[in-house]
């Protein structure tokens, strides 16, 4: 009885030690624990946050080809696409040199603090970006944005932090819904509000500051948003874990941990208990060794180089005059056809994906996501030749399809970069899957609207004519990676958010069940 009152003490210092009262992580911990329901509110706050960050990307595909032609830069309408190439690759540019400094700083400072910064970013500059009078001031403005705002990379590692174990695949998959969500809303806001007096004229004159700057209303409408999404960000909790005052005593229950003698009461505490402060064991590998995080970040790479060249070539092709291949679209045309592609991408992710990435896993979900884009894309340049009411069915259904798919395979391989790094280098491990991703995406855009405006040029070529040959160079993209999600090249990690806490009693002879959670050390 006098050992189970000498135990008791160390017990209550444990449990006292384990939470602490001004870490953030430790009551997210605590919140995790206690509320076992669906995680609402924060999969609200990813999303809106994520939103945020990728309207900046999207919204400007329905009107960039407009834009670059009215700084008159291109000598020739077939040039056009070009230059457009180079103004969406500014962005990925910038984010490509500063993603893994946004990391570490994540993991340092915390994420919360990143979030603000890149919220405001978008505020700031996006509305310079829609003032930008020439072609370089859309460059530079462009490219602040992307080194600015490290909002992605953080989500990532927060919605994995923020969930329950049991809800990661939610988490996940709310940070790829609203990124995909906004690559659809973008383009739907610069589609309806660029070039406001052209559209209403009866609204906005071409003698009035509306009609000098054309695309600034899509891009103060974004910046509102962004400022509501700067303010709803102070309320999120942080869920980095802090612990930077170690106090005295932890050094004498680690002592006791080691087998030490406690000489205030005599105990040997087990050497397979360890007190948890949420840091790297000095033997964990760096994270450019850790094959599944390595793997799944170059598959993921290959894939978003695709996405982009995609984006970036789709709103540019359907722009296109007809004689060119394209399909004559106006702006408001392109916004349409991807406002209806964001409806039916959130109803499938919303009730279709978790379901079936529970059944298929996550890498054969991108498999047979890739598998299915391939012949969808083949028959892009098909659609072109059809007009009227089939033309927008058939159009709509294939963007709507390709979204879905694209989504798919994205959020497989977002649940695999996560799992495969523990919490304390999550932010670290976004940072490099954002540069190395945003590198790729530098290439996509410049590349693709290069090719498109190659391909324009060679209609009347005898193999792969006109489009027929951008379609084709997307679909070898998606084929490789593809190929890539197979053994040996990409491996799935292990779980690494489990931290095989158990529920141990220190004396099960003398009946003490107050419940610790330990982690074993390898």
């Not at 906005?204 to 509501?228: D, H, N, Q, T």
């Not at 978003?304 to 722009?319: K, R, T």
């Not at 190659?454 to 379609?471: E, K, M, T, Y």
Request: proline content about 5%; glycine content about 8%; some cysteine.
């Amino acid at each position: 009885m006098g050992d189970h009152n000498n135990r008791e003490p160390l017990l209550k210092k444990y449990e006292q030690e384990y939470e602490f009262e001004d870490c953030p992580g430790c009551k997210v911990e605590q919140l995790k624990r206690s509320d076992t329901g669906v995680p609402i509110k924060p999969v609200f706050f990813i999303s809106v946050v994520t939103l945020c960050a990728s309207l900046p990307i999207s919204s400007l595909f329905p009107f960039l080809y407009f834009m670059v032609r009215d700084f008159h830069i291109a000598e020739r309408e077939e040039d056009i696409s070009y230059y457009a190439g180079y103004v969406g690759s500014s962005f990925m540019l910038g984010r490509a040199l500063t993603s893994i400094l946004w990391g570490i700083i994540a993991d340092r400072y915390g994420r919360k603090p990143v979030v603000v910064i890149g919220t405001i970013t978008v505020v700031i500059f996006n509305v310079l970006f829609g003032l930008s009078t020439n072609f370089w001031m859309a460059i530079i403005t462009r490219f602040l944005i992307g080194s600015l705002c490290g909002i992605i990379g953080t989500m990532r590692a927060y919605a994995s932090e923020i969930c329950r174990k049991e809800y990661h695949a939610l988490g996940i998959s709310a940070v790829s819904t609203s990124w995909g969500i906004g690559l659809v809303i973008g383009p739907a806001i610069g589609g309806y509000l660029a070039q406001p007096a052209e559209k209403y004229p009866s609204v906005f004159s071409k003698e009035s500051f509306w009609g000098r700057f054309p695309y600034f209303l899509p891009c103060l409408m974004i910046s509102v948003f962004a400022l509501a999404a700067t303010v709803m960000s102070f309320w999120l909790p942080e869920t980095l874990h802090k612990h930077n005052k170690i106090k005295k005593e932890k050094s004498n229950f680690h002592d006791a941990a080691e087998g030490t003698p406690d000489e205030s009461n005599g105990l040997n505490v087990s050497p397979s208990m360890r007190y948890s402060e949420h840091k790297a064991p000095s033997s964990q590998k760096s994270l450019l060794k850790n094959w599944p995080l390595v793997s799944s970040i170059i598959v993921y790479c290959i894939f978003q180089l695709h996405d982009i060249a995609y984006l970036e070539i789709f709103s540019l092709w359907a722009v296109s005059p007809r004689t060119l291949g394209g399909l004559s679209f106006t702006t408001a045309d392109v916004g349409q056809v991807l406002a209806i592609t964001g409806l039916g991408l959130l109803l499938f992710q919303l009730l279709v994906y978790p379901l079936v990435e529970r059944i298929t896993g996550t890498v054969m979900i991108s498999r047979i996501g890739a598998v299915l884009s391939i012949p969808l894309l083949a028959s892009y340049p098909y659609i072109a030749l059809l007009t009227g009411v089939s033309l927008s069915i058939a159009l709509n259904c294939a963007s709507m399809l390709k979204n879905i798919l694209s989504v798919s395979i994205t959020t497989g391989l977002l649940i695999m970069q996560n799992r495969a790094v523990s919490q304390e280098q999550r932010g670290a491990a976004n940072g490099i899957s954002m540069s190395s991703m945003s590198l790729f995406k530098t290439i996509g855009p410049a590349a693709g609207g290069s090719l498109l405006s190659w391909s324009q040029r060679r209609q009347d070529a005898d193999i792969l004519p006109g489009d027929q040959l951008v379609f084709f160079v997307l679909n070898v993209i998606e084929l490789l990676g593809l190929l890539l999600t197979f053994r040996p090249f990409l491996k799935e990690p292990e779980d690494t958010d489990n931290p095989k806490s158990k529920h141990d009693s220190l004396d099960q002879e003398n009946g003490i069940q107050e419940r610790l959670v330990l982690t074993e050390l390898p």
